[in-house]
């Protein structure tokens, strides 16, 4: 007679507090257990299923994808029982969404306001930071969805572009420039420029190109954002060489923007977990961002799967 393999709910428990803290001390404070039972129950639910659900990693237990699939078959029954235990009164959805100061300000300002007056059950929570700060919050479930211009590999975190731009020339008005269709780099040579601040990968790439053109622009002033630099750029103070989404929405009318003739290009990106599944409210929200934001001449539309 063939032996029946019983569910275990402490095991599963454990399971899902290691796929979220990432550590068995984590895991653990979660749990209220010691870290050698949620090590015990890791290994009893390994040996009952036959799956090898996580490898060490710099520290860290990396969840393999046998237990990604398997934390995920296991919402329904986390869903059940929050609904047994959990308080009677309906709880508003809510998305907790991080950003750098380019795009929480004014971009997501806007897009969070029609959101929630199409979805007025759902809540939204933003938080603005650094991109760097952004990564760590999603790896820690601190938020469920971040938005960056910042291209940065980094495991238990997926990205996915959602549009693309080259790099544009910003000036006044008034500028010399402003009669050309597009600005070279050798048009900056000995031109006043507000360049983002050294710590930025940015700034040493577009120093690069200054280089190969063989010009020296004059650096007038550094600034940690582009709509800094735009902003100084609109008070007559010099150049900027910026990524003109989502700036060009909200300057353009004060503004000169032309491209910038060089290979700088640049792409925003939603960035999530790889570990947990993506709520339903971060799922709506991308699909909002996705129909809602107003088209340009300088950036374009990356497909989903793109």
Same mark, same amino acid.
């Given at each position: 007679?063939? !032996?029946?393999?019983?569910?275990?709910?402490?095991?599963?428990?454990?399971?899902?507090?290691?796929?979220?803290?990432?550590?068995?001390?984590?895991?653990?404070?979660?749990?209220?257990?010691?870290?050698?039972?949620?090590?015990?129950?890791?290994?009893?639910?390994?040996? !009952?299923?036959?799956?090898? @659900? /996580?490898?060490?990693?710099?520290?860290?237990?990396?969840?393999?994808?046998?237990? %990604?699939?398997?934390?995920?078959?296991?919402?329904?029954?986390?869903?059940?029982?929050?609904?047994?235990?959990?308080?009677?009164?309906?709880? !508003?959805?809510?998305?907790?969404?991080?950003?750098?100061?380019?795009?929480?300000?004014?971009?997501?300002?806007?897009?969070?306001?029609?959101?929630?007056?199409?979805?007025?059950?759902?809540?939204?929570?933003? =938080?603005?930071?650094?991109?760097?700060?952004? /990564?760590?919050?999603?790896?820690?479930?601190?938020?469920?969805?971040?938005?960056?211009?910042?291209?940065?590999?980094?495991?238990?975190?997926?990205?996915?572009?959602?549009? %693309?731009?080259?790099?544009?020339? %910003?000036? #006044?008005?008034?500028?010399?420039?402003?009669?050309?269709? =597009?600005?070279?780099?050798?048009?900056?040579?000995?031109?006043?420029?507000?360049?983002?601040?050294?710590?930025?990968?940015?700034?040493?790439?577009? =120093?690069?190109?200054?280089?190969? #053109?063989?010009?020296?622009?004059?650096?007038?002033?550094?600034?940690?954002?582009?709509?800094?630099?735009?902003?100084?750029?609109?008070?007559?103070?010099? @150049?900027?060489? %910026?990524?003109?989404?989502?700036?060009?929405?909200?300057?353009?009318?004060?503004?000169?923007?032309?491209?910038?003739?060089?290979?700088?290009?640049?792409?925003?990106?939603?960035?999530?977990?790889?570990?947990?599944?993506?709520?339903?409210?971060?799922?709506?929200?991308?699909?909002?961002?996705?129909?809602?934001?107003?088209?340009?001449?300088?950036?374009?539309?990356?497909?989903?799967?793109?």
């Amino acid at each position: 007679m063939t !032996r029946k393999s019983w569910h275990s709910l402490p095991e599963y428990q454990a399971l899902r507090a290691l796929m979220q803290g990432g550590t068995a001390t984590a895991a653990a404070e979660r749990l209220g257990l010691s870290q050698s039972a949620v090590s015990r129950s890791i290994g009893s639910l390994e040996a !009952r299923t036959g799956l090898t @659900l /996580f490898e060490r990693e710099a520290g860290r237990l990396r969840p393999t994808e046998e237990a %990604v699939r398997l934390n995920l078959r296991l919402d329904p029954l986390f869903e059940a029982l929050d609904q047994i235990d959990g308080p009677k009164k309906p709880i !508003r959805e809510t998305l907790r969404l991080i950003a750098p100061p380019t795009y929480a300000h004014r971009f997501l300002v806007s897009q969070i306001a029609s959101f929630l007056a199409i979805n007025p059950h759902f809540f939204v929570s933003l =938080e603005v930071s650094t991109s760097d700060e952004i /990564f760590r919050a999603i790896l820690e479930d601190r938020f469920d969805l971040g938005l960056t211009g910042v291209e940065f590999a980094r495991i238990g975190v997926k990205m996915q572009a959602f549009r %693309v731009s080259s790099a544009v020339c %910003v000036m #006044a008005a008034d500028h010399p420039l402003a009669a050309q269709s =597009e600005v070279h780099p050798v048009d900056l040579h000995d031109q006043p420029l507000i360049p983002l601040a050294p710590r930025h990968a940015r700034r040493t790439q577009l =120093e690069k190109i200054f280089n190969q #053109a063989r010009c020296k622009p004059r650096i007038v002033a550094e600034v940690s954002t582009s709509f800094a630099a735009v902003d100084l750029a609109k008070e007559g103070l010099g @150049l900027a060489v %910026v990524n003109p989404f989502p700036v060009y929405h909200y300057r353009s009318d004060d503004l000169v923007f032309r491209r910038f003739a060089s290979p700088m290009e640049y792409r925003s990106y939603f960035v999530m977990s790889d570990q947990r599944p993506l709520p339903r409210i971060a799922r709506a929200f991308i699909r909002h961002i996705r129909l809602h934001t107003p088209s340009d001449p300088h950036s374009k539309r990356v497909a989903a799967n793109g």
